[in-house]
């Protein structure tokens, strides 16, 4: 990165730096900008008071498509890579679908340089971090690259999806928010009352109660754009107020950035139906059901009477980081007779990708 650019990087990121140190200063600036609290419902919207989810369901079916665009961001890694290339097979597939509100596509690529991939994907090209800035934690590149592609795309659709490269959409998807309300999958590992007192150094008391923040990462999360541009800055400089935090770094290890989006959001008062319909994760989740996404970030390991020896390398295994440097070969093995459906599934459609995408492997 030249000079010039190296020193525009660093403008931007001190002037966004800037902005959330008000944000989160201010007590006279209330941040709720109309949006709705679970106390405060719309009217003829209910809520569910422990998942906090729209009961009433015919508010989503809108005459008008309320379309999305779905945001992927990625390094130029050959494990992100071929995880990008299957999860756009997959978004294709399922664009059009009945009952789709699906819009464009977008892989956020945070390296600052093309790759050879750019005519297979749609992508934008972001700069990373400068050099040392991430201290290791390169997931910190990811709202950093939210911020730039926010502020230069031209982004046609008034939603955006954000999702990660280890995702498989399994049917169209609807725009699932409503309402001024985020749509986002509630994680349990993700709790805020737990670590309430690390995260009153990012949400202070005079912001409400620490309930308002949700248990939720940044993905998958469908947000109005407009309400992603206000948060993207604050939630890249939490992460990095949180990476620089002693107690916050050990508290929260590798989910750091997600507890940082949760803050982001709940600091701009956008709130979030939490939808667990949204995904599934195997092996844990078994059947595919009525989700909409399979995110396949742990290992599947099985003996070949079909149960699941996690934490131990299986007879039969299906795991991502097996594949770090190589993409997986076509035609992966099934699993054995007994194996959830929800594995079968994601290896049945890792094939399909594999065996249809041009080139794959080279």
Known sequence: MG???????????????????NIILSANAPLKQGFPGPKTPPSG?????????????????????????????????????WQCRIMYYWFKKFKDGLGSEMGGFTRILHSGKPDKYMDEIPTFIANPLPSGLDQGYIVLNRPWAFVQWLQQADIKEDYVLMAEPDHIIV??????????????????????????SILRKFFPMDKGPITNVDPIGNSPVIVGKEALRKIAPTWMNVSLAMKKDPEADKGFGWVL???????????????????KDFMIQPPWDTEVGNKYIIHYTYGCDYDLKGKLTYGKIGE???????????????????????????????????????????????
């Open 257 to 275: 950035e997600m507890y940082a989006y949760a803050v982001a959001s709940a600091l701009h008062g956008v709130k979030n139906i939490l939808y």
């Open 171 to 196: 049917k169209p998807i609807p725009n699932l928010s409503i309402d001024g309300l985020g749509a986002a999958f509630p994680f349990f590992y993700i709790e805020p009352k737990k670590y309430e």
């Open 316 to 362: 039969w295994r299906f795991d991502k980081r097996s594949y770090g440097d190589v993409p997986p070969p076509r035609n992966l093995s099934m699993p054995p007779a007994g194996v959830p459906e929800s594995v079968v599934t994601l290896v049945k459609m890792v094939n399909e990708a594999t065996s249809n995408i041009p080139n794959w492997g080279a």
């Open 3 to 21: 000079f010039g650019n190296f020193f525009k990087t660093l403008l931007i990121i001190f002037s966004v730096a800037l902005i959330t140190y």
């Open 45 to 81: 919207f209910l809520i569910d008071p422990v998942i906090r989810m729209p009961t009433d369901r015919s508010k989503l079916n809108s005459p008008r498509k309320r379309l999305f665009h779905t945001a992927v961001t990625a390094s130029d890694s050959v494990y992100n890579t």
